[in-house]
């Protein structure tokens, strides 16, 4: 702790606090996540997931682990500091939505993150502007958060269906699906484009049933014909009115053509059709793309 000033507060999550500190030696700025030990349960299983993945996943688009420090029955996480994170960015940047420009590139920066997770078995099952940085300046964005994240194997395994805050959590698993994969990263992209577009969360209800109920009559009621086996899904309702999808270049006039075809692919319903993260960031959306 003695390497380190505490300079104040940056956020609060459900599990804990995160501050920014500055190393005495070097000046430097950092993030420093409070995790409580008391209790003698000891350090939360969350926790050790977090901190083995962001030591096992070195890569310029993930926040960088820097340290682990415990003191007096607490534990900090630290990390790299970057400015602000996406969802305040659009709030100090935007009108109706961000520059397309910029937008093309946060883009990209988020799929090269999470298809360096993908391409490593992980998970990240908590993608939303809150967990994606960015530096401002360079226009540098990390991926953040990895308190949900899992490692995943082939076959399947059984997983929660509490993951992914729910305006960002795909079908399948609001369907009730305990077997899923990383399509359901690939929709919370999806959602987080629309989201950079438009300036506005693109399914904004607050219960799993209200926020299915949008999804569908945006994007069209499913059926076991466009979604095969969807009907026999858990919490699927038979009586759900039926919706044609909507016309998305119409609900994105911003968007340039490829985009809405590249999002349109992203918001599939079906998790087994929708785009991988390596098919998206081959997509032609990007052909124009200046790295």
Known sequence: MEKYEKIGKLGEGNCCKIYKWRKRETNEFFAAKKIHLGNGVGV???????????KALQHVNIIRLQDVVSCEGKMYVVTEYLDMDLKNYMAVHQGLGLNPSLIKRFLHQILCGIGYCHSHRVLHRDLQPENLLIQEGTNTLKLAGFGSTRAFEIPLKILTEEVVAIWYRAPEILLGSRYYSTPVDVWSVGCIFAEMVNGKVLFGEETEISVLREIFS????PNNETWHGVELSSKFVPATPKCPPKDLTTEFPTLEATGVDLLSRMLCLDPSKRITVRSALKHEYFDDLEL
């Open 44 to 54: 939360p299983g969350w926790a050790l997931r977090e901190i083995a993945i962001l």
């Open 218 to 221: 945006y994007l069209g009621t």
